[in-house]
């Protein structure tokens, strides 16, 4: 391996790290509902997750556009504009969370009445999200600090915030459910505290940032600059809500199929999430060096940055599906002990460990046009996609599980194919 090689890891390896351990907080929810002995807990919180994972990640690109904004203004040396954009991203996530809070009882109310699932599966879903919602704020000002310290190429930082948090997550779901016999409502509370253990580290950053930069209320509502902010949040946004759309039919689908095949289906998501977590340490890896090439004005960097986190992209996918095929069926085991569960979770794993190739080369240009700021290319992208997948979907002639697979599979393959033909034509004229 070459220096840049190692600088590549040295960035990607502790976000790898920190990553994996966010949807270890769904395993862990999981195996805590298999506690319980129902796949009614698992459904629940399988429904409960992925409603709240819808607001969460629909804005959950503020961390790479944070990580954007600070790699490029990092690699140009302009501190003044680097703190101008987090306050700007700060200010309006904190308008976006009071929106969402405001309107929080008809979020969960429309949400579950999309949902054809059985009664004590939305109750028990209602439970969950009525407590985990007010974590959202929390977790918006997570992303942002998270964003700053990884564009700023300080990732052991990022990695000490996420592992911590998800460890207190993780630590107060077994308390909760398993000493103090909560039930879904432990799961959601342990999420909440965990959340807001942020305003700790925040306090820190403010302490201890030797570039901390202060900005006026006039900078802060400068017209042209957060008209700027603007119109990105506004492209990642609609991104990542169809994105997220993709996924929470996938779940309203699988709930449709039975409450069997929705647990074995939020098994294989919680699958997909560790290893999706996983591969975007190397597409945040891509966002800062790709970020700091352009700051740079240097075009060799900016290819060998491009090349070698693909490379790493792909090495790591191959290592999560030898991981899959050997310990897939383990892992289900330790989820629950229900035997039908285990049989149903096997017979669909196949699709997940096909999507993981897929998708590991849409995570990985996610993360070099996130480094261009090229928001509008990556917004078109995920129309044209999510469109032929609802289209697909919608001609099914065969409506069964396989084919709600088949169609996820296609949606990967297509923002696989769309990314990279744009990344060529975008090489050739930068």
Known sequence: MNKFDYKVLRIAFPLILSNITIPLVGFVDNMMMGFLGSTIFIGAIGIGSIIISYLIFSFGFMKSITTGFVSQSTGSRDYKSL????????????????????FREKIIHYSLGLVDSSLDVLSNSRIYLEIRI?????????????????????????????????????????????????????AAYASLIAEYSILIFIVYAVLTEKNFQKISISELLDIKSLRMKLRVNLDMFIRSIIL????????????????????????????????????????????VLVGDSVGKKNRKLLISSIYTTGKFSLILAFLFIAFFVLFGDYIVSVISDLTLLRQI?????????????????????DGVFIGLLETTLLRNIMIASGGLFFITQTLMIDASNHYLWLCFLIFFSLRSIFLGYSLIAKLKNY
């Open 83 to 102: 703190f101008k954009s987090i306050y700007q991203l700060l200010f309006i996530t904190i308008l976006i969370s009071f929106l969402i809070l405001f």
């Open 134 to 186: 007010w974590s959202i704020p929390a977790i918006f000002v997570r992303d942002i600090l998270i964003g700053y310290y990884i564009g700023s190429q300080k990732t052991l930082f990022a990695m000490a915030i996420s592992i911590i948090i998800n460890l207190i997550n993780i630590i107060l779901d077994i308390f909760f459910i398993y000493f103090l016999n909560y039930s879904i409502e432990g």
């Open 244 to 287: 997220m759309t993709c996924f929470a039919y996938f779940i309203l689908e699988s709930a449709s199929y039975g409450d069997s095949i929705l647990a074995a289906n939020t098994i294989l998501l919680n699958f997909f999430f560790i290893f999706s977590h996983g591969i975007d340490g190397f597409a945040h890896a891509s966002e």
């Open 345 to 365: 979770v096997n017979e669909y794993i196949v699709w997940l460990l096909a999507i993981f190739l897929f998708a590991t080369v849409a995570f990985w240009l």
